[in-house]
């Protein structure tokens, strides 16, 4: 059963600091990764994809890295905002099986 | 990307009734839709998977005559929370997809408050 763990779960930067989110997963054999946004209250909104092929994915400020191997991956946030305050989510899609597997989320905050 | 509404996005009801959430996909059409649910500070949770013109997949644990869920169109899904009771407060998020193996992307959300 594929387990996904989220280190920090919370973390407070100032603002301009680049930072990194971690995401951790058991069963490397993965179909995609995937990192969602949520704000409170809200539902998810999708940041990066990646597939089991791919090593990274950039938009913007953000850069998703996978290393299938270590099973980890890591979510790169470039000179931070006050808006990018929210809990990142990281969600893993294994090999044959159509339902991801999300981890608890890290909660952001950046401060003016 | 792809859009999907959920309704109501907030709804407080008494203990005993019950609450329908409606999932839409606006712009494409839906084969398969999930319905998940998420406490606080905890991860989504999926609760089961319905595609188009069939009966949903349940996961261990979720109780489908509480839950009934209803895919009857390509862009259409509800569930029904059945004689709702404080312990069925969450956070209900639904997400649609043009199959299974498919993305999903995912709705608002809906937050239920059974008093």
């Known amino acids: 059963k594929q387990e996904v763990t989220q280190i920090p779960a919370a973390l407070s930067v100032p603002e301009g600091e680049n930072l990194v989110l971690n995401c951790s997963f058991t069963?490397?054999?993965?179909?995609?990764l995937q990192w969602f946004r949520q704000d409170p209250g809200k539902g998810l909104t999708s940041l990066l994809l990646?597939?089991?092929?791919?090593r990274e994915q950039t938009s913007g400020r953000l850069n998703a890295s996978l290393d299938k191997s270590s099973g980890r991956s890591t979510l790169y946030i470039a000179a931070s905002q006050p808006g990018d305050s929210a809990t990142y989510l990281c969600?893993?899609?294994?090999?044959?099986?159509?339902?991801?597997?999300f981890g608890r989320g890290t909660s952001l905050i950046v401060h003016p | 990307g792809a859009v999907v509404s959920q309704h109501p996005s907030r709804v407080i009801c008494k203990s005993g009734t019950s609450v329908k959430i409606e999932c839409r996909s606006l712009?494409?059409?839906?084969?398969?839709m999930f319905w998940y649910r998420q406490f606080p500070k905890q991860s989504l949770m999926l609760m089961a998977t319905?595609?188009?013109?069939?009966?949903?997949?349940?996961e261990q644990g979720v109780e489908k005559d509480k839950f009934l869920i209803n895919h009857a169109s390509l862009t259409l899904s509800t569930l029904t929370v059945t004689s709702a009771h404080p312990e069925d407060s969450s956070f209900y998020i639904c997400?649609?997809?043009?199959?299974?193996?498919?993305?999903?992307?995912f709705g608002p959300g809906t937050r239920l408050t059974v008093l």
């Open positions: 969600a893993v899609r294994s090999g044959g099986s159509y339902i991801p597997t």
């Open positions: 997400s649609a997809s043009q199959g299974t193996y498919n993305e999903q992307f």
């Open positions: 990646i597939q089991s092929s791919q």
């Open positions: 319905s595609n188009e013109g069939s009966k949903a997949t349940y």
């Open positions: 712009d494409f059409q839906a084969t398969t």
């Open positions: 069963d490397s054999a993965i179909y995609n």
